[in-house]
């Protein structure tokens, strides 16, 4: 057996639930080592190609006897699969999800073990992706499996399993949305949800997020001569204004305080930044590239607006800065109600699970809860999985080495709850 928290002797439930639990525990070992093997297969974004996990999932889900799999794919190299488990007649429609690549490993001298090597240290499980999100993927295949198995349950569950959501899933779920491939009642997206801790919280509310660049305009001339006029440079004028926006550009924001308190807008100013050309040229050019989390309420028409305003008021207060802003995309935030019934089967199998009631609360990132519900019309709680938030994104990547046998348990409990009812 792997090494496992909060392992409870679970009362109260129902001979389905038992059932399942029964196969979960005899295939803890398995969980953890297919976890490993989806780690060990590489599958960053950029350049991204989830063709090999994909495949390896493909095959795992055959071997556990689960057969109805779709492959979509709007290009080749990106496959998006839909895993379909049918119950015993009618009822509702329950989605799992996860996506299947990741961010690329970075900076390797910072990596303390290979990414790609996903080793147990500590009764910890490392490796790229590990919490964000192979873990999830692997704890939805066995609990899948987990209801195939048995009989009695109404409806349908589905896995989905998207292609290129650490770009912005324009491949992945976007496509497959906007293609009308997603149909549910409620979906579960297997996002880390934790901050502070692992299991943390459910996270209800996947913020929104407006990026966008300014472009800062100056004098390009011979830099040798600069010091004889009055030119403008562009990089000392973005430093400035980059200074003025990450110290000003949260109080330009409207909006209201959510109702579940917690975080409102986040802004992230400079995430990128270009300026110059070479040396002996005075910069006449720059520009730098920012991100605004939003909260529901805000739109990025709405967070443009203020941009635009807070602009004109730093070329007010400065005379040398010419600026422009680029908007590259946005999207609102969703939110499903925190007394939904899929939030609260999350909390009827969680408190069996890991002995704790889990609250719901705004989750910081933007998820594939947008495609799935302001696209699809589908009603998801847009972050509940293993691991925490910020571990992921980042070297030595790692989650509890039992996570994967806490999750499968939690997803298949939960599933049997909101599809019983």
């Known amino acids: 057996m792997p090494v496992l928290a909060n392992v ?80 015993a007649g009618e009822g509702r429609n329950l ?32 490796g790229l992706g590990s919490g964000d999100m192979k873990v999830a993927v692997a704890a939805m295949v066995y609990s899948a499996a987990a209801l195939s198995r048995i009989e009695g349950w109404p409806g349908q569950l589905q896995l989905v399993f998207t292609a290129d959501e650490e770009a912005g899933s324009a491949l992945g779920s976007k496509w497959m949305a906007a293609e009308g491939y997603l149909h549910g009642d409620a979906a579960i997206i297997g996002e880390p949800c934790g901050v502070l801790s692992e299991w943390e919280h459910i996270g209800v509310v996947s913020r929104g997020g407006l990026l966008f660049n300014i472009h ?11 010091d004889r006029f009055d030119p403008v440079n562009a990089t000392v004028e973005m430093a400035w204004l980059i200074q003025r926006m990450h110290a000003q550009m949260k109080g330009y924001l409207t909006y209201e305080p959510h109702h579940l308190g917690g975080l409102g807008p986040t802004v992230n100013v400079g995430v990128l930044a270009e300026a110059g050309v070479y040396y002996g040229v005075y910069p006449g050019n720059a520009w730098f590239g920012c991100d605004i989390r939003l909260v529901p309420g805000m739109t990025p028409e709405s967070v443009t607006a203020d941009l635009q305003r807070f602009l004109d008021d730093a070329m007010e207060a400065n005379p040398r800065l010419e600026a422009e802003l680029e908007i590259i995309g946005g999207i609102e935030a969703t939110e499903i109600p925190f007394d939904h019934p899929v939030v609260s089967a999350i909390q009827h199998a969680s408190s069996h699970v890991l002995g704790k009631r889990l609250e719901p609360v705004i989750f910081p990132g933007a998820t594939d809860a947008y495609s799935f519900q302001a696209t699809a019309g589908i009603p998801s709680v847009a972050a509940f999985g293993p691991g925490y938030l910020p571990r992921a994104h980042s070297p030595n990547e790692h989650l509890a080495a039992g996570g994967v046998y806490e999750a499968s348990r939690i997803y298949a409990l939960a599933a049997l709850k909101y599809l019983a009812e």
């Open 8 to 87: 409870l002797v679970v009362t109260d439930l129902t001979p389905s639930e038992l059932d399942v639990l029964t196969f979960l525990e005899a295939t803890a070992d398995e969980q953890l080592a297919f976890a490993r093997e989806l780690i060990a297969t590489p599958s960053p974004t950029p350049p991204g190609d989830e063709r090999a996990v994909a495949l390896l999932v493909r095959e795992r889900l055959e071997r556990l006897g689960m057969s109805d799999i779709t492959e979509l794919a709007a290009v080749p190299e990106r496959p998006n699969l839909v895993v379909r488990v049918p119950g």
């Open 95 to 126: 989605i799992l999800s996860g996506h299947l690549d990741t961010k690329p490993a970075g900076d390797m001298s910072r990596w303390e073990t290979d990414p790609w090597d996903p080793v147990i240290r500590d009764g910890d499980l490392y």
């Open 216 to 226: 800062v305009k100056g004098t390009q001339m011979h830099s040798s001569v600069s």
